[in-house]
């Protein structure tokens, strides 16, 4: 995930955009849980969750969404 955001140079703001597309809802301290290193306290692991919607969204914010 940390890869992902900073070779599409993207901010927490358009990570939690993207993530809404999908309406799967996260909050900017949940997210800076998980691009801290692994040795800090509140260091949060990215769930297969959290990166499926991810990358579902990303697919509607690069390509527009499904057509009918």
């Known amino acids: 995930m940390k890869k992902l955001r900073v ?4 901010t ?5 955009n993207v993530l809404a597309l999908v309406d799967f809802r996260v909050t900017k301290t949940e ?3 998980i691009f801290r290193k692994e040795d ?3 260091f949060k ?6 990166l499926r919607n991810f990358l ?3 697919i509607i914010y690069k390509r527009g969404p499904k057509p009918n």
């Open 45 to 50: 692991p990215c769930g297969d969750q959290l």
């Open 7 to 10: 070779a599409l140079k993207m």
């Open 31 to 33: 997210l800076g849980a």
């Open 56 to 58: 579902n969204g990303l």
């Open 40 to 42: 800090h306290p509140n």
């Open 12 to 16: 927490d703001d358009d990570i939690i």
